[in-house]
């Protein structure tokens, strides 16, 4: 939608100028803003189900209140849950209770979170605040992006995008990823008018659910338009990897389509034949030209992939945060110099923040929050320097604080109160306030609350992992070889449990390489309980696990299995999901065990 009056979301802006000025007025004075946004969440849904448990029989006039009032008394009377505190009544949903139990706006479409995270998905109210509020922040951002990279006015996107089957509940609502109904929503075709810019592949090609056979006809039409290709984006940096890795095998078939005009006998869909067959015509001089950059490219090991084959794009757009960083290096070696652009930050159940500096490297990236889309709380969160006897305790919390309150240099966990039913959510991402724009924050992203790695009185989580592997994996570079990807487990034994690590490698390694590798991550925990833990012996040696080639492409392949999609999946950096483990296990085939503590 435009940045139009509605759900406190703007005021009719037809143009990039309109929307960044929009958006530096709603980010001026944040503390009314956001009593506004509250105001707006409880008089729409101040008489639904949830909310009368908490207020009671309070005759409330929320539209009358102090706004100061109503705030104090809302964040006193409502206590803030997890998912599963309000799992009971989205499952009532799900199951065809139409009375108005969380949100007065009707809910016929559920979202799934991806499950990577958590270990299994989770449903989310999807209503058309979430449709709406993604074609703004798409709008803002652009805006922004075309400041520092401008493109060419009706170009076209190669988009790495991938729709999952929906599906309908017992209740007979429609339920599936929130990228699949972003995806199928007339916000997305907007979306691509508003920013001049037109994705390669058409509706047929992105919602088959065959992520193999998508990414094929992605590259395939990205490759026949290579010429109008402005940027290349995906929703996460994983899956544009995978897109590129692909394609190192499959370069000839689509060279000899191109020059066909016909379409592999791999894209055995009809209806995504039919549609890519009604695009591509024979064109044997791009064919030929796109052979001679791959045949120069195999010689450097495709580096340079990217600006080689699409010599107009200006940059690439994905997500890069979190568990993404791991694949940066990857996607700068198919980039070169082409610069690599953050997308927003977002969750399944809100967006959160747009990304105001694209020209900022990833690792730096922060994200200005949007205090129309959500009312913002923030839980101070401080590091214990000392380990405690508990190994579920990973910060000490104090209050929530609102938007307006917090601190340059804090860390705090999210906390959203949504148009879409969600009330005082623990969303559990932890951020750390570097700055404000005007007077709304500037977050970076550290990660997600949940522990990955505990054992006793060890507390380590997927910033810590990360760190540790980048340091182990260093090596892996001075001898030609590359971690194309890994996990993490902690393994509880009948004596001393420890951690084991999974890595792939691209390339040959010597064993005394990689009992290196495995030396290196176990002393670069620095956690205290970790280290102490280690130095006793009540955690054993860390164990390295190398395993085959496209052993990680087999747990991809799994989560598709169980209705997830390429557009929403993460690598689980640390699992106890049993099938994934025997997958790792099957195809492992060298262990190691570090020395480092004798």
């Not at 997927?462 to 393994?491: I, P």
């Not at 690590?501 to 309980?529: H, N, Q, T």
Request: neutral net charge; contains cysteine.
């Amino acid at each position: 939608m435009e940045a139009e009056a509605s759900n406190g979301n703007g005021n009719g802006c037809s143009n990039d100028h309109d929307i960044i000025r929009w958006f530096d007025t709603i980010s001026t004075n944040v503390a009314t803003v956001q009593r506004e946004t509250l105001r707006q969440i409880l008089e729409l849904n101040r008489d639904v189900e949830y909310l009368k448990k908490w207020f009671g029989d309070k005759d409330l006039d929320i539209r009358e209140m102090d706004a100061c009032e109503m705030e104090s008394l809302y964040t006193s009377l409502v206590p803030l849950v997890s998912h599963e505190d309000l799992e009971p009544f989205i499952q009532r949903i799900a199951d065809g209770d139409t009375s108005p139990i969380l949100t007065q706006h009707p809910i016929t479409t559920l979202s799934l979170s991806s499950g990577t995270t958590e270990g299994r998905q989770k449903l989310i109210p999807f209503t058309r605040h979430n449709s709406e509020t993604t074609l703004q922040i798409y709008r803002l951002a652009a805006a922004y992006r075309s400041t520092v990279y401008p493109t060419r006015s009706n170009g076209r996107i190669l988009e790495f995008i991938y729709s999952s089957k929906r599906f309908k509940t017992r209740g007979g609502l429609m339920a599936g990823t929130a990228t699949t109904h972003i995806f199928a929503s007339e916000e997305f075709r907007i979306k691509q008018e508003k920013i001049k810019l037109f994705t390669c592949s058409p509706h047929e090609v992105i919602s088959n659910g065959d992520y193999k056979q998508t990414t094929y006809c992605h590259l395939l039409l990205g490759l026949f338009f290579r010429k109008e290709i402005e940027c290349i984006t995906s929703t996460f940096a994983y899956s544009m990897v995978q897109a590129f890795s692909s394609f190192e095998e499959q370069w000839e078939d689509i060279c000899k389509d191109i020059k066909e005009g016909n379409v592999s006998s791999k894209i055995t869909l009809p209806k995504m034949r039919k549609a890519v067959l009604d695009i591509i015509e024979p064109n044997p001089s791009l064919a030929s030209r796109i052979e001679a950059i791959c045949k120069g490219l195999q010689g450097s090991d495709w580096f340079g992939l990217v600006p080689k084959l699409w010599p107009n794009a200006k940059y690439v757009y994905s997500i890069m945060t979190g568990s993404m960083q791991h694949y940066l290096k990857k996607l700068r070696h198919y980039c070169g110099s082409l610069p690599l652009v953050s997308a927003e930050y977002g969750a399944t159940e809100s967006w959160i923040g747009v990304n105001l500096d694209p020209s900022l490297e990833p690792e730096k990236v922060t994200f200005a929050v949007m205090p129309t889309f959500s009312y913002f709380e923030f839980i101070p969160l401080y590091r214990q320097d000392q380990y405690s006897g508990s190994g579920s305790v990973d910060f000490i919390e104090d209050d929530p604080v609102p938007l307006s309150q917090v601190k340059v240099g804090q860390e705090y966990e999210i906390v959203l109160t949504t148009f879409t039913g969600l009330y005082r959510y623990r969303l559990g991402d932890v951020v750390e306030v570097s700055g404000f724009h005007n007077e709304t924050p500037k977050l970076k992203f550290i990660c997600r609350r949940k522990l990955l790695l505990v054992i006793n009185i060890d507390k380590n989580t997927e910033k810590d992992l990360q760190l540790v592997v980048e340091k182990g994996s260093q090596l892996l570079s001075k001898h030609r070889a590359e971690l194309v990807d890994f996990t993490s487990h902690a393994k509880l034994t009948h004596q001393s449990g420890h951690y084991v690590i999974y890595w792939e490698i691209k390339g040959k390694v010597e064993e005394r390489v990689l009992c290196e590798c495995c030396r290196e991550m176990d002393a670069s925990f620095v956690d205290p309980g970790y280290v102490v833990s280690r130095r006793t012996n009540s955690i054993g040696p860390l164990e390295l696990c190398i395993v085959e080639r496209g052993a990680f492409k087999k747990i991809l392949d799994y989560f598709i299995g169980n209705g997830a999609t390429l557009s929403q999946f993460k690598i689980p950096r640390c699992t106890n999901n049993e099938t994934l483990l025997k997958i790792l296990d099957l195809y492992t085939i060298k262990r190691f065990r570090s020395i480092v503590y004798g």
